[in-house]
């Protein structure tokens, strides 16, 4: 078989525990142009307290979207719904789910998630947040009423519990680098410092992790990078990244 040429994303993913007992958030990805069919999903997931059943909610959830070979993130949510719910040992976790298309307009990736995991777009120039937390902080905030600071920890909508239509949804274009975060990377560091990060950094995503610790975040932080699609010459081109760096 000859070799054969097609763009594809590439990622990088980098956590670390905090304080906390159990590292319960989870990343995976998979980058597969096999049988001339480009499947790129990328998740990150965080489990809902610190405890085992968290942590492995985390992971089954993430993986198991990654695994799922269909076109629309929500639907791959709902199939990491089935599996937590299946699973006896599995607490719960929130979820972000991108993946990568192409059509006649260019490149982008379609989104979902439920609870305060976020996904945001780097240009090179601005850093976009694309989703909007799932939380009581968000909620009562975005009605201009009052908000508590114990609200921004409580999530309204995990993949436990999301009903099809709670599931939250994006979509964005062009030639943009991709970064997705659990909520002890982006509630620790403001958002012009990651614009800076991500300008500046060789490696975003364990600046960004680095950047959470050192401002006192006692949480699990976990932040995804895609880099944009870049031709590859491969007669299998099938990439798989699963988990972090480093939890430690």
Not at 11 to 24: M, Q, S
Not at 200 to 224: E, F
């Amino acid at each position: 078989m000859r070799p054969w040429s097609v763009a594809l994303p590439t990622a990088r993913a980098v956590g670390r525990l905090g304080a906390r007992t159990f590292y319960a958030d989870a990343t995976d990805s998979c980058v597969d142009a096999a049988s001339n069919r480009i499947h790129s999903v990328f998740a990150l997931a965080d489990g809902v307290g610190d405890s085992a059943p968290s942590a492995h909610a985390a992971q089954l959830s993430a993986t198991t979207a990654v695994h799922a070979d269909i076109d629309d993130p929500v639907d791959a949510v709902m199939l990491a719904q089935v599996a937590v719910r299946d699973d006896d040992a599995a607490g719960d976790a929130c979820l972000v789910v991108a993946r990568h298309f192409s059509d006649d307009d260019g490149d982008g990736y379609h989104i979902a998630w439920t609870g305060d995991v976020r996904a945001y777009s780097w240009d090179g120039h601005t850093l976009t947040q694309l989703t909007t937390d799932h939380s009581v902080a968000e909620y009562f905030g975005s009605r201009g009423l009052p908000v508590q600071p114990r609200m921004a920890h409580m999530v309204t909508t995990t993949v436990r519990t999301a009903g099809r239509i709670e599931v939250g949804t994006a979509t964005v274009r062009g030639p943009i680098m991709l970064l997705l975060t659990s909520d002890g990377v982006h509630k620790h560091v403001p958002h012009g410092v990651m614009g800076v990060i991500m300008r500046d950094s060789r490696d975003p995503a364990s600046s960004l992790v680095d950047a959470a610790i050192a401002s006192g975040g006692t949480d699990n932080a976990t932040a995804l990078v895609v880099a944009p699609p870049s031709p590859t010459l491969d007669s299998n081109p099938t990439r798989r990244l699963r988990g972090v760096e480093s939890a430690a």
